[in-house]
């Protein structure tokens, strides 16, 4: 009788295991044959892995060479996504990519956890207890990861790893699809190779990336890829430190110069009596201490892009030598007799207000519409929302690797400091700031820790600059006169009150928008007074 009751139970629980396996696979084999945004597409795939294995966080990475990058998370804090986890640095990553199946780690397993300090929700030093992943397969080659962790060390040990694996095969058939239908889309607006372009300036070196999710890194990102594939002079403006050369790195990776040279040159940097001589170049005896021949940027860049910074610094006599080239595709080495051409792409960059230099009659305006045919502006900082997260992750793994620390990580507090800042510096002065708290936090320690957490007060910013808010939203008031946490309090309370009335109170739709796990945002809503 006992041994009869014993499978019944077992069938049960096979029958109750397959149900779970079917209502989350069923879903997901519906939105195949649909057309969905990426991130939609990868979000339902990690809430169905959730669904069909409950755990406290899960991910998506796609490898790209030696790095794996992440898609998309759940349950992780937002800067996870700007973070690039380089294998040689993550021992579990590495475990995960050299088998072709799924992979639980011992509890007490002594290699590192990237995510160690980074699931959502949880304040202090909580470091990943139960770590489950499985590679994903495209075309029979190894993709990515997924991933899932957990705080309790028992999460996953009645786990069957043949459902991850059937879950696997599903999910690498809808990155498939998604990277299909990416194709098609890419192939119907633009017919001209640019993949094959990317994958020879791959070849050469990795390029830096521009990392964004915001609606005005999306538009920058559109017209990069728009102009970048012409022949046009694209002139980029912005403040100091957003990142221009990045853009002008992008412009020539997305042309057909790609696998040719980018070369740059800062014309802040150049004395007058040398700009001519680094433009253009100049023979033996052109001037004093002109011993030997010496090619300019222009010949090096031949068949490229040039990309000349500040060039609202150059002298008028380099300007109208810089015109004729431009103009004519020749130029003449100083002290020379022979003209040569070159085909040469110039990118040019200012953070001055070019066309007021000209009203000046400090830059001349035959120049300027000669380089301004296609004016890209990049978006300061403050105007990019939560990209400031994403950005800060990437800042925060490389200083990760290069403090040989196991997890850096940022509080709340922090996380709500840095939006809440108004980044008069934008991108520079973040990636210095994070570098600064990362040493500050780690001199307060005693011994080396695990999990190395930089809270606000390591950040050290003004609680007295409010932020630009978005256009679409009125700035708050700021709270110079409550204590930093209550301040805090106060400007997250106001943001997760303007996202539940953008989506009229749909707690999901807001959760998404503020890129925060839906039990996580209930759970800070009723901490900060605002009840579901």
Request: glycine share 6%.
């Amino acid at each position: 009788m006992t041994a009869s009751i014993t499978s019944l139970n077992d069938n049960y629980r096979v029958l109750m295991t397959a149900n779970t396996l079917l209502t989350a696979l069923i879903p997901l084999v519906a939105d195949l044959s649909r057309e969905l945004p990426e991130a939609e597409r990868y979000r339902r795939l990690l809430q169905a892995l959730r669904q069909l294995l409950p755990c406290d966080a899960v991910a998506l990475l796609k490898l790209d060479g030696d790095v794996l990058i992440p898609l998309a998370v759940e349950g992780l804090s937002a800067d996870t996504l700007g973070r690039r986890f380089k294998l040689d640095e993550h021992p579990r990553l590495q475990a995960l990519l050299a088998q072709r199946g799924p992979t639980r780690f011992a509890t007490d397993c002594e290699m590192p956890d990237p995510y160690d300090g980074l699931v959502d929700g949880h304040r202090g030093h909580l470091p990943v207890h139960d770590c489950l992943g499985c590679p994903l397969y495209v075309q029979d080659q190894p993709w990515g990861l997924l991933t899932l962790d957990s705080l309790d060390p028992a999460s996953f040990g009645r786990v069957d790893l043949d459902n991850l694996q059937a879950f696997a095969s599903l999910a690498a058939a809808t990155v498939m699809a998604s990277e299909r239908i990416n194709a098609l889309l890419q192939r119907a607006e633009d017919q001209h190779q640019l993949a094959e372009a990317y994958k020879q300036a791959a070849v050469q070196q990795r390029p830096r990336e521009l990392i964004g999710q915001s609606a005005v890194h999306k538009r920058l990102a559109a017209e990069i890829a728009l102009v970048g594939n012409s022949e046009l002079s694209v002139l980029i403006s912005g403040e100091t430190g957003v990142g221009k050369e990045l853009v002008a790195e992008a412009l020539h990776a997305a042309s057909p110069r790609a696998a040719k040279p980018l070369i740059s040159l800062n014309c802040a940097a150049l004395p007058d009596n040398l700009v001519e001589s680094e433009l253009f170049g100049h023979v033996r005896g052109a001037f004093t201490g002109a011993h030997n021949e010496r090619r300019g940027k222009f010949e090096l860049a031949d068949g490229g892009s040039l990309f000349l910074d500040e060039i609202g610094e150059l002298p008028l006599a380099a300007q109208a030598k810089l015109l004729r080239v431009l103009q004519s595709g020749q130029l003449q080495r100083v002290g020379a007799d022979q003209e040569q051409r070159v085909n040469v792409r110039v990118l040019a960059a200012s953070n001055r207000d070019l066309a007021e230099e000209v009203r000046a009659g400090r830059f001349r305006a035959d120049l300027y519409h000669r380089l301004s045919v296609y004016p890209l502006k990049v978006p300061a900082l403050r105007e990019r929302g939560r990209d400031v997260l994403l950005l800060a992750g990437y800042f925060l793994e490389e200083n990760r690797a290069r403090l040989g620390l196991r997890s850096l990580r940022l509080t709340a507090e922090a996380q709500a400091s840095l939006l809440a800042y108004n980044w008069p510096g934008n991108v520079r002065e973040l990636e210095h700031l994070i570098g600064r708290a990362a040493l500050k936090a780690l001199a307060g320690c005693s011994e080396r820790p695990r999990i190395l957490s930089i809270d606000s007060a390591h950040l050290d910013l003004p609680t007295s600059q409010p932020a630009a808010a978005p256009a679409t939203q009125s700035a708050a008031e700021p709270h110079s006169e409550l204590p930093l946490r209550d301040a805090l309090d106060a400007y997250q309370k106001q943001l997760i009150s303007q996202a539940l009335n953008r989506h009229q109170n749909k707690w999901a739709a807001a959760a998404r928008e503020l890129g925060i796990d839906r039990a996580n945002l209930i759970r800070l809503a009723k901490r900060l007074g605002l009840e579901k």
